[in-house]
């Protein structure tokens, strides 16, 4: 009985947290980002703004999640799901790029219309450490050391910084008027560009597992 009411407590939270990023991006297309309250937010969502702080710190953070919402997860499935012998170091950076593919359209300008929803979306980079480093723990059959949480940490802040240059943020892009930034270059080419340097370590994990393949 416990557990069932635990499992039903769960996916209550869950649904609350889904229905106040729609809820966010909703109201951020259709009145601009700027003009979003969290008060608005909950109100929308059925909730009190008390408990819309439970769940999001701020009104950039619940809309970002609506537009990334599942990422992690789907990124530590594919890395759990490649074929044995697949090399690690594969297995995560096809995740990756699978998951972070470019956005278009009107979900691409909120994520670069203004400077903190530009940041809650680098931010949100650092939500896949946990279900990845699962992922990765189970592929070196391996969930005891800190070795999955170490290299989910450094392939989370490898997508962060490919993010960060592919907003511009570091390349001195300037602002279009209204403080539009416009992305620069090829998400995929800067991801595949970070995560290069982390082969060596994946690779040792691997080899250290007994679990890399010879080829």
């Given at each position: 009985?416990?557990t069932?009411?635990?499992g039903?407590?769960e996916?209550?939270?869950?649904?609350?947290?889904?229905?106040?990023?729609?809820?966010?991006?909703r109201?951020?297309?259709?009145?601009?980002?700027e003009?979003?309250r969290?008060?608005d937010?909950?109100?929308?969502?059925?909730?009190?703004?008390r408990?819309y702080n439970n769940y999001?710190?701020s009104?950039?953070?619940?809309?970002?999640a609506?537009?990334?919402?599942?990422?992690?997860?789907?990124?530590?499935?594919?890395?759990?799901?490649?074929?044995a012998?697949?090399?690690?170091?594969?297995?995560?950076?096809d995740?990756?790029?699978a998951?972070?593919?470019?956005?278009?359209?009107t979900?691409?300008?909120?994520?670069?219309?203004?400077?903190?929803?530009r940041e809650?979306f680098?931010?949100?980079?650092?939500e896949?450490?946990?279900?990845l480093a699962?992922a990765?723990?189970?592929?070196l059959?391996?969930?005891?050391?800190?070795t999955?949480?170490?290299?989910?940490?450094?392939?989370?802040?490898?997508v962060?910084?490919?993010?960060?240059?592919?907003?511009?943020a570091?390349?001195?892009?300037?602002a279009?008027?209204?403080?539009?930034?416009?992305?620069s270059g090829?998400?995929t080419?800067?991801?595949?560009a970070?995560?290069?340097p982390?082969?060596?370590a994946?690779?040792?994990?691997?080899?250290r597992?007994?679990?890399?393949q010879p080829?």
């Amino acid at each position: 009985m416990t557990t069932r009411r635990t499992g039903l407590r769960e996916q209550k939270k869950q649904a609350t947290r889904a229905a106040l990023r729609e809820a966010a991006l909703r109201l951020a297309l259709e009145h601009g980002p700027e003009n979003v309250r969290v008060d608005d937010i909950a109100d929308a969502a059925g909730v009190s703004p008390r408990t819309y702080n439970n769940y999001f710190s701020s009104r950039e953070q619940a809309i970002v999640a609506a537009i990334t919402a599942e990422r992690e997860a789907r990124i530590a499935e594919e890395v759990a799901a490649a074929p044995a012998g697949t090399p690690l170091t594969k297995a995560l950076t096809d995740a990756i790029l699978a998951g972070y593919t470019e956005p278009a359209g009107t979900e691409r300008f909120l994520i670069t219309a203004t400077p903190p929803l530009r940041e809650a979306f680098l931010d949100a980079a650092t939500e896949m450490e946990h279900p990845l480093a699962e992922a990765i723990g189970r592929r070196l059959g391996d969930t005891t050391t800190p070795t999955a949480q170490v290299l989910a940490a450094a392939v989370a802040a490898a997508v962060r910084i490919a993010l960060h240059q592919w907003l511009g943020a570091t390349a001195g892009t300037a602002a279009a008027p209204g403080g539009l930034v416009v992305p620069s270059g090829s998400l995929t080419d800067r991801l595949r560009a970070t995560l290069v340097p982390l082969a060596p370590a994946l690779d040792a994990a691997e080899e250290r597992s007994g679990r890399r393949q010879p080829g």
